[in-house]
């Protein structure tokens, strides 16, 4: 069964990039029809959909956070990635990773908090 | 960018049957959007209830199930247990995104 389990650092600054890494095991991240996405939750708040990438690379994002977001695939690390530019307090939240592919299956998720 | 609406929240007693819905601002919710349903309970990540309107994943109880409904994709709860108490997301895929509902707080009462 697929496993996956984000990280990176808890706390970023104002205006800084927001860098986060999901770790996939059970399975490769380049091999079969499958969508890498990323999630937030702010605390006590709704889910919002970051963007995915395709195994191919191809990646869409949510139009709201386009211009900042960038998603990527580490093949050799089977690992990909969010890069999240010129965070501010609003982009705290709970970070998740998932795989989507007849079902949806997710990580653990992390804070990230971004002070006022 | 389409706006998905769910109902806030809803109220269902033990061993009774709720349905909660996703609507979509763009139109008629079909199988093209490929409607997913999310369980969140309080501490923990979402986990994945139905995929593709009707499909279920290996550990989704039989007493969920999902369909399309009067232009929008439902999640049918038959035989309310206190342990579904948790709160509910869709998600719909939409003009090339997935967007996610708001979320239905469902209590077991």
């Known amino acids: 069964q697929v496993q996956l389990q984000e990280s990176g650092p808890g706390l970023v600054q104002p205006s800084q990039t927001l860098s986060l890494t999901c770790t996939v095991s059970g399975g490769s991240i380049s091999s079969g029809s499958y969508y890498w996405n990323w999630i937030r939750q702010p605390l006590g708040k709704g889910l919002e959909w970051i963007g995915r990438i395709y195994t191919n690379g191809r990646a869409g994002y949510n139009p709201s956070l386009k211009s900042r977001v960038t998603i990527s695939l580490d093949t050799s690390k089977n690992q990909f990635s969010l890069k999240l530019d010129s965070v501010t307090a609003t982009d705290t939240a709970i970070y998740y990773c998932?795989?989507?592919?007849?079902?949806?299956?997710w990580g653990q998720g992390t804070l990230v908090t971004v002070p006022s | 960018q389409a706006v998905v609406t769910q109902e806030p929240s809803l109220t269902v007693s033990p061993g009774g049957t709720v349905t909660l819905t996703c609507g979509s601002s763009s139109g008629a919710v079909t199988s093209g959007h490929w409607p997913y349903w999310f369980q969140q309970k309080p501490g923990q990540a979402p986990r994945a209830l139905i995929y593709?309107?009707?499909n279920k994943h290996s550990w989704t109880p039989a007493r969920f199930s999902g369909s399309l409904l009067g232009g929008k994709a439902a999640l049918t709860l038959s035989g309310a247990q206190s342990e579904d108490e948790a709160d509910y997301y869709c998600l719909l895929f939409s003009s090339g995104v997935r967007v996610f509902g708001g979320g239905t707080r469902l209590t077991v009462l």
């Open positions: 998932a795989r989507e592919s007849q079902g949806y299956y």
């Open positions: 593709d309107t009707f």
